[in-house]
């Protein structure tokens, strides 16, 4: 029971898969368009003789210098008469090489137009639309270039790209693996590939592929937090656990990492574990750090292991931030309500309030430890200040209704259930202003 409790309340700090989005692959547009600029005899159209010498002229310009050989090429285009396809295809190659996006598309366009089965002008059209993240765009171009013929994994491996960022996950997985025919070890479709296993819940080829990528990547840390997550899914928690210790050992570790190990060590009740794994997020992440510490404080509080809850209070460093300092000053106050400890209790959360006097929980937590002391006068104005505050007006309602019940003042008691009820209803508030008012008409 314990343990389910702890994994209750730790789930919502438990990160997700490590890939997150969708990450752009590490190929080089520009060298997809450079490459590009000889022409395939044979297979595509072929400039006229006088742009052919235009071109040799500028061609190694094109490379080193592309924003001036633009302006001699576009002072030598003659005016009368559209450039072939083959020299409209070359002046896009330039004007992306300028960034000038727009004329660059609008010279593809202008070769495919008139030339529609020119491979390379569909590829480098599909890579102009990717580079700008025009994914549906860029999908028929490259499917295009695809059926003419093109046969390069990055073809495939971007149209896999460019088909899951639109959703369209089916085919992309498809686009994926034959970009990985012809270069196996890709991590950009690898990880690619996994992303849609693990969109899809393939639990068992998505843990083949992360361990590849490990493998081709060790020191790659989401690759191992990925690795866990896939065999968190099939509920293979020991395993998830080792997984993410050989992490830590290996030094590959991050927050992530460890605060998915911390997390999982606390559900398993290793709490020095746990305990120790929390600390070491405090050096890269203090504010994460201290906030997972707070967390897992009022865990064990919750859980009635207040020694251990004690133990981890203890070992948060002294310069805290302020909403940490807050935060630890509610936590002490919570474990010591929990032991009954009221005298010690307000006395923290006073130092509290100096800091934050409107803070509404604590308003509230003072309340009740006066009231435990039956000091009704101070209980009843923490309540009342508490009321004030809006995320606090429901809890105080009811805090209000209870002393005013043993007050004997019923009217004032059912005015405080009231408001309660116009904030949350529930069956067992309605229930209890129910027989509040039976007592009101039995002393009318």
Not at 232 to 246: D, F, G, I, P, Y
């Amino acid at each position: 029971m314990k343990s389910q409790r702890l994994l209750l309340a730790l789930v919502w700090l438990l990160p997700a898969f490590g890939l997150g989005a969708a990450s752009t692959p590490t190929l080089d547009p520009k060298r997809i368009i450079n490459d590009s600029n000889h022409f395939l005899k044979e297979r595509e159209p072929e400039m006229t003789a006088e742009e052919y010498a235009l071109y040799e002229k500028v061609e190694m310009m094109l490379q080193s210098q592309p924003e001036f050989a633009l302006k001699l090429l576009e002072a030598m285009v003659n005016e009368k008469e559209p450039p072939s396809p083959a020299f409209s295809f070359m002046l896009g190659n330039a004007f992306y090489a300028a960034g000038q996006m727009d004329k660059a598309e609008t010279n593809y366009r202008s070769a495919l137009n008139r030339y529609p089965s020119f491979l390379r002008g569909w590829t480098n059209l599909g890579v102009l639309y990717y580079s700008a993240n025009r994914f549906t765009d860029a999908i028929p171009c490259f499917s295009k270039a695809i059926t003419l013929g093109d046969r390069e994994p990055s073809t495939f491996g971007l149209l896999g790209y460019c088909l899951e960022r639109a959703g369209n996950v089916v085919p992309a997985e498809m686009a994926y693996m034959q970009a990985m025919s012809g270069e196996p070890t890709n991590g950009d479709w690898m990880e690619g590939l996994l992303r849609i296993y693990v969109l899809g819940k393939q639990n068992d080829r998505a843990e083949s592929l992360v361990k590849n990528l490990i493998k081709e990547r060790p020191k790659e840390a989401r690759y191992w937090l990925t690795y866990a997550n896939v065999l968190l899914a099939s509920h293979r928690k020991l395993e998830a656990m080792a997984v993410l210790e050989t992490a830590v050992g290996t030094g590959v570790a991050g927050v992530e990492e460890f605060n998915l190990l911390a997390d999982l060590y606390a559900e398993q009740q290793l709490i020095p574990e746990a305990l120790a794994i929390y600390r070491k997020i405090l050096v890269p992440s203090p504010e994460l750090g201290e906030q997972k510490l707070l967390s897992f404080a009022q865990v064990l509080i919750a859980d009635g292991q207040w020694p251990q809850a004690a133990e981890v209070l203890a070992s948060l460093p002294a310069t805290l931030s302020p909403e940490g300092r807050i935060s630890l000053l509610q936590t002490k106050a919570d474990l010591l309500e929990a032991q009954k400890k009221w005298a010690e209790a307000r006395k923290e959360l006073q130092e509290l309030l100096q800091l934050a006097p409107l803070n509404g929980r604590a308003l509230l937590s003072l309340g009740r430890a006066y009231a435990a002391e039956e000091d009704v006068p101070h209980a009843t104005f923490a309540f009342e200040a508490a009321f004030q505050i809006p995320n606090c007006t429901y809890r105080a309602s009811l805090e209000l209704a209870n002393i005013e019940i043993k007050n004997r003042h019923y009217d004032k008691s059912v005015e405080y259930l009231e408001k309660a009820l116009s904030i949350e209803r529930t069956s067992a508030v309605e229930d209890y202003l129910a027989r509040v008012r039976t007592l009101v008409v039995k002393n009318g």
